[in-house]
T-cell receptor, first 114, second 109 residues
Framework: GAVVSQHPSWVICKSGTSVKIECRSLDFQATTMFWYRQFPKQSLMLMATSNEGSKATYEQGVEKDKFLINHASLTLSTLTVTSAHPEDSSFYIC??????????FGPGTRLLVL | AQSVTQLGSHVSVSEGALVLLRCNYSSSVPPYLFWYVQYPNQGLQLLLKYTSAATLVKGINGFEAEFKKSETSFHLTKPSAHMSDAAEYFCAYGNQFYFGTGTSLTVIP
């Protein structure tokens, strides 16, 4: 149990376009979902925290207008990278939490912006 | 600010040798602490977590970690390394999971 999926797993897009990444908790309802970004050979950086039905809370330095997060239901959160540029190329990982102690991580989405 | 520090970005051990990956946390209160493993191009898999129930925490794949408040440490160990243990390991802190910088483990046959 406690499976989190991400779609797509890989995406290549042109500079200036927008990309949507979905994060789904497949067999449980998540009160909170988190979005992380990971650069090559580096750690995960928390981008934002989202609760179903409310606005996401963004970490300092993360542009909320560029990284749009929608948490439409207890099983789905989406991250949209708007007007993507090459510097947005990264590995994006989501997680879903059922409480304060436990997060279940998705397999990640690799974004390459040309 | 709350944080975790992982000493050693790269650790190499021989197959069958002891694995020791270091993590120190900074906080005045007992935290939630976690160890995760990440294989190439994959998400994170939870190895174990400390939530103040017991100081010695046993996880999956033979890993364990001991919470030492006096040393503010939560080091990860495994008695005998296996080739399949080669991966990136992250120590994480708190309920929003602030991650350490990671330690890449190489297992030498």
């Amino acid at each position: 149990g406690a499976v989190v999926s991400q779609h797509p797993s890989w995406v290549i897009c042109k500079s200036g376009t927008s990309v949507k990444i979905e994060c789904r908790s497949l067999d449980f309802q998540a009160t909170t979902m988190f979005w992380y970004r990971q650069f090559p050979k580096q750690s995960l950086m928390l981008m934002a925290t989202s609760n179903e039905g409310s606005k996401a809370t963004y970490e300092q330095g993360v542009e909320k207008d560029k990284f749009l997060i929608n948490h439409a239901s207890l099983t789905l959160s989406t991250l949209t990278v708007t007007s993507a540029h090459p510097e947005d190329s990264s590995f994006y990982i989501c997680s879903a939490a059922t409480g304060v102690e436990t997060q279940y991580f998705g397999p990640g989405t690799r974004l390459l912006v040309l | 600010a709350q944080s975790v520090t992982q000493l050693g970005s790269h650790v190499s051990v021989s197959e069958g040798a002891l694995v020791l990956l270091r993590c120190n946390y900074s906080s005045s209160v007992p935290p939630y602490l976690f160890w995760y493993v990440q294989y190439p191009n994959q998400g994170l898999q939870l190895l174990l977590k400390y939530t103040s129930a017991a100081t010695l925490v046993k996880g999956i794949n033979g890993f364990e970690a001991e919470f030492k408040k006096s040393e503010t440490s939560f080091h990860l160990t495994k008695p005998s390394a296996h080739m399949s243990d080669a991966a990136e390991y992250f120590c994480a802190y708190g309920n929003q999971f602030y991650f350490g910088t990671g330690t890449s483990l190489t297992v030498i046959p």
